[in-house]
């Protein structure tokens, strides 16, 4: 089983564990309903908590389970909701991190919630091309108001625990606890608090209704379609949750898993669910277990204040990590700090940006005219011109003088990753990375990539070392995206550019002896 029970006085525990975001895969699903049993048959258990291990409450459906007899065996998600729901003795959810669909779906059938702040609360499912399955479009308008609540649906965006507290009216939320570290010590003393409360309360025996009725739904479905343009979830999100306004509850549950299972023949949902896969898979490098060490990354060089430069020292500056930027004029690193603050300048001006968090992040920023400033730092990426001869008197100096077991990283686009490697004592430190982060330093090209689904390369040269995996997976934590590919194969590596550089360089040389381009309707022969 991956959810455990524990009995704390007259408060039973059930937990759910099922690493790394207690996803309801059968034997969680199988956990509830089994330490359910054993709370309500035990006399000295007055209420029950349900909670999660780890760093979440649960993410929702187990996604090892997609496609599988398991997903939809019993008890299925329906049917442990049920369970929380018809208990004889009060349930309460304690969430913290992460609520989100399923889970958050789960919580709702419970009959009380308590939240840390912080927690991550959504139901992303549209994302998938589907609509909430398990009850989520009838129960959340009831506890979060029509529109609060179809906004979540329609977008699948998280939101913050703390903020949907502070909706007028809301029922979602009983409490909130002070902190994630004092949630269990709060949750067990309102478990004990609502023990004899009689009756239960439901999500379902709460009214559902707009007040402007038909012409808000009808407003709503107006602008999702005209934003969502070939998807059909976005749309079907606004038809049941009207639906929740107008007929009973077990009527718009029987209309929710209609609409749910005719959403999943739909090619659209087939297609955005292969995608959430396949970028789950791009994100692991199969022969690299999970747990290969790490190597800690605490600070970063970054050669080059251009550009792509400033990009990745944004980055890092972004996720807390102290950056010095080395350049060879002192003019250069100016403009590129000048860059730098602009573009942050440019985000507080916009309100995106704090200034105090414009502020701590400058001051991670330090800059250099020396290689031998960069001994301390972990990890140096280069962002130097493109040319074999630069890269090659780049990674001397930094042989030379980054430490032992600093990661040294190449920004190149096309040049070989193992012949760079070669011009140092040490290349099984050597790596190539494409970040892709969107920054408004970095030129259009980047941000296109961006637009196009926020994925980086992370190419692995060709000599083998497990601490250099392990400087990777590190990597990938820090800028929060996952691998394209990980190769063992040599140079011109963001694919992209292998298919476009050869065509490419055949044009460019095509234009060099005049010849025109091929007018259109005509082939060449």
Same mark, same amino acid.
């Given at each position: 089983?991956?959810?455990?029970?524990?009995?704390?006085?007259?408060?039973?525990?059930?937990?759910?564990?099922?690493?790394?975001?207690?996803?309801?895969?059968?034997?969680?699903?199988?956990?509830?309903?089994?330490?359910?049993?054993?709370?309500?048959?035990?006399? @000295?258990?007055?209420?029950?908590?349900?909670?999660?291990?780890?760093?979440?409450?649960?993410?929702?459906?187990?996604?090892?389970?997609?496609?599988?007899?398991?997903?939809?065996?019993?008890?299925?998600?329906?049917?442990?909701?049920?369970?929380?729901?018809?208990?004889?003795?009060?349930?309460?959810?304690?969430?913290?991190?992460?609520? *989100?669909?399923?889970?958050?779906?789960?919580?709702?059938?419970?009959?009380?919630?308590?939240?840390?702040?912080?927690?991550?609360?959504?139901?992303?499912?549209?994302?998938?091309?589907?609509?909430?399955?398990?009850?989520?479009?009838?129960?959340?308008?009831?506890?979060?108001?029509?529109?609060? %609540?179809? +906004?979540?649906?329609?977008?699948?965006?998280?939101?913050?625990?703390?903020?949907?507290?502070?909706?007028?009216?809301?029922?979602?939320?009983?409490?909130?606890?002070?902190?994630?570290?004092?949630?269990?010590?709060? %949750?067990?003393?309102?478990?004990?608090?609502? @023990?004899?409360?009689?009756?239960?309360?439901?999500?379902?025996?709460?009214?559902?209704?707009?007040?402007?009725?038909?012409?808000?739904?009808?407003?709503?479905? +107006?602008?999702?379609?005209?934003?969502?343009?070939?998807?059909?979830?976005?749309?079907?999100?606004?038809?049941?949750?009207?639906?929740?306004?107008?007929?009973?509850? =077990?009527?718009?549950?029987?209309?929710?898993?209609?609409?749910?299972?005719?959403?999943?023949?739909?090619?659209?949902?087939?297609?955005? #669910?292969?995608?959430?896969?396949?970028?789950?898979?791009?994100?692991?490098?199969? =022969?690299?277990?999970?747990?290969?060490?790490?190597?800690?990354?605490?600070?970063?060089?970054?050669?080059?204040?251009?550009?792509?430069?400033?990009?990745?020292?944004? +980055?890092?500056?972004?996720?807390?990590?102290?950056?010095? *930027?080395?350049?060879?004029?002192?003019?250069?690193?100016?403009?590129?700090?000048?860059?730098?603050?602009?573009?942050?300048?440019?985000?507080?001006?916009?309100?995106?940006?704090?200034?105090?968090?414009? &502020?701590?992040?400058?001051?991670?920023?330090?800059?250099?005219?020396?290689? &031998?400033?960069?001994?301390?730092? =972990? *990890?140096?990426?280069?962002?130097?011109?493109?040319?074999?001869?630069?890269?090659?008197?780049?990674?001397?100096?930094?042989?030379?003088?980054?430490?032992?077991?600093?990661?040294?990283?190449? +920004?190149?686009?096309?040049?070989?990753?193992?012949?760079?490697?070669?011009?140092?004592?040490?290349?099984?430190?050597?790596?190539?990375?494409?970040?892709?982060?969107?920054?408004?330093?970095?030129?259009?090209?980047?941000?296109?990539?961006?637009?196009?689904?926020?994925?980086?390369?992370?190419?692995?040269?060709?000599?083998?070392?497990?601490? =250099?995996?392990?400087?990777?997976?590190?990597? #990938? #934590?820090?800028?929060?995206?996952?691998? &394209?590919?990980?190769?063992?194969?040599?140079?011109?590596?963001?694919?992209?550019?292998?298919?476009?550089?050869?065509?490419?360089?055949?044009?460019?040389?095509?234009?060099?002896?005049?010849?025109?381009?091929?007018?259109?309707?005509?082939?060449?022969?």
């Amino acid at each position: 089983m991956t959810a455990q029970y524990q009995v704390h006085g007259d408060v039973a525990i059930i937990t759910l564990n099922n690493p790394p975001v207690n996803g309801l895969g059968l034997s969680t699903r199988l956990g509830i309903t089994d330490g359910m049993a054993q709370a309500n048959a035990d006399a @000295a258990v007055k209420s029950i908590i349900v909670t999660g291990a780890g760093k979440a409450f649960s993410g929702g459906a187990d996604i090892k389970e997609f496609g599988s007899p398991k997903a939809g065996q019993e008890p299925n998600l329906l049917s442990v909701i049920s369970v929380l729901e018809n208990s004889a003795k009060p349930v309460i959810a304690a969430v913290h991190t992460v609520a *989100m669909g399923g889970g958050l779906e789960l919580a709702l059938g419970c009959h009380y919630r308590i939240a840390a702040p912080g927690t991550s609360v959504a139901l992303p499912e549209v994302k998938l091309g589907l609509i909430p399955g398990a009850g989520g479009t009838q129960r959340l308008p009831r506890v979060l108001g029509v529109e609060a %609540a179809l +906004n979540m649906i329609v977008s699948g965006e998280p939101v913050k625990s703390e903020m949907l507290a502070m909706l007028p009216g809301q029922k979602l939320f009983d409490k909130m606890a002070a902190s994630a570290e004092s949630l269990a010590e709060e %949750a067990l003393a309102f478990a004990r608090s609502v @023990a004899d409360v009689r009756p239960l309360p439901l999500v379902r025996d709460l009214k559902c209704r707009h007040p402007q009725g038909d012409a808000y739904f009808q407003f709503a479905r +107006n602008m999702v379609k005209g934003m969502s343009k070939n998807f059909p979830a976005p749309a079907k999100c606004v038809d049941i949750v009207e639906i929740a306004t107008k007929k009973k509850f =077990d009527d718009g549950m029987a209309a929710e898993r209609d609409i749910f299972l005719s959403l999943m023949l739909t090619s659209e949902s087939k297609a955005l #669910r292969h995608l959430f896969l396949a970028e789950r898979a791009a994100s692991k490098i199969p =022969d690299v277990p999970s747990d290969t060490p790490q190597r800690a990354i605490n600070s970063i060089a970054v050669i080059g204040a251009g550009t792509m430069g400033g990009g990745i020292a944004m +980055n890092f500056l972004n996720a807390g990590i102290p950056v010095k *930027m080395l350049e060879m004029k002192q003019e250069a690193l100016d403009r590129g700090v000048a860059t730098i603050r602009k573009n942050y300048e440019a985000q507080v001006k916009k309100g995106k940006l704090k200034q105090d968090k414009y &502020d701590q992040r400058m001051a991670l920023l330090t800059t250099t005219l020396s290689y &031998d400033d960069l001994t301390g730092t =972990d *990890m140096v990426i280069e962002a130097v011109f493109e040319e074999i001869g630069v890269k090659e008197a780049v990674f001397k100096e930094l042989d030379r003088v980054m430490k032992p077991g600093a990661i040294l990283a190449s +920004n190149t686009s096309t040049l070989d990753v193992d012949k760079i490697a070669s011009f140092t004592k040490r290349p099984q430190d050597v790596v190539g990375l494409q970040p892709r982060q969107r920054h408004e330093a970095v030129g259009s090209g980047a941000r296109q990539g961006n637009r196009q689904g926020r994925h980086g390369h992370r190419d692995v040269g060709c000599q083998e070392d497990p601490q =250099d995996r392990g400087g990777i997976r590190r990597v #990938r #934590r820090l800028y929060r995206q996952p691998h &394209d590919r990980a190769v063992r194969s040599p140079g011109w590596f963001p694919a992209g550019r292998r298919l476009h550089t050869g065509p490419g360089r055949q044009g460019h040389g095509e234009v060099r002896h005049g010849h025109g381009p091929i007018p259109h309707g005509r082939s060449g022969g």
